[in-house]
Structures are given as structure tokens and as C-alpha cells.
């Protein structure tokens, strides 16, 4: 038992933990048709090198796949709405995914 117990030990001391607790600040809704404000992305990624960026209509089919979305599904406006994402974001230490809805308004 003792040599098991050390063996359990010595294993565990060799992984390296880390602890993403960093947040994203996106904005939660965005008007594609407008100068300003047309495009929706994470605005603020803290320490994080790179993310990827995945948009979800209401039925869950995926609009979009990349980093800043216009609105547009196909090369056609999108209609007005929620959307979910998704924002994976990639750190030296870490990966992680953030979930939220965003209103695309017309």
C-alpha cells in the first residue's frame, strides 16, 4: 500500500496545472448596416494570443466560423435577432471557450 500511495504520488508531481481564470469582454449586440459598431468580435481578450470565433442561429446551425462577423450568412444579410457564440481563445497555457448570445439589430 505504501508503495502504491508513493507511486500515486510521484505521478501526480509531475503534471502542471493551470488555472485560466481570465474573462473576454464582447459586446452583446451590433448593427452590421452601420459605420460603427459593424462587426461583432470579442473586444478584449486579456492575455490570450488568438481565438476563433463560432456564431449559431436560433435553430443551432452555424452562421459563422472565423474571428469578426458582418452579419451575413452566405454572402446574404442575416436577419435581425439573437445569436449564440461560441469564443474559443487560445493562451500560451491554455485553451478556453466562452459562451454567450448577441442581438444583431437592423
Request: glycine residues 6%; proline residues 3%; charged residues 15%.
Amino acid at each position: 500500500m505504501k508503495i502504491l500511495l508513493t507511486s500515486l504520488l510521484l505521478l501526480l508531481s509531475t503534471f502542471t496545472f493551470s488555472q485560466c481564470t481570465d474573462t473576454i469582454i464582447s459586446p452583446n449586440a451590433f448593427t452590421p448596416t452601420l459605420n460603427t459598431n459593424s462587426e461583432f468580435y470579442p473586444t478584449y481578450i486579456n492575455n490570450y494570443t488568438d481565438y476563433k470565433l463560432s456564431i449559431y442561429n436560433r435553430w443551432g446551425m452555424l452562421v459563422f466560423l472565423g474571428n469578426k462577423w458582418d452579419g451575413n450568412y452566405n454572402g446574404n444579410l442575416c436577419e435581425r435577432g439573437v445569436y449564440l457564440y461560441e469564443i474559443v481563445v487560445y493562451g500560451d497555457e491554455c485553451t478556453r471557450m466562452f459562451y454567450g448570445t448577441v442581438t444583431l439589430i437592423r
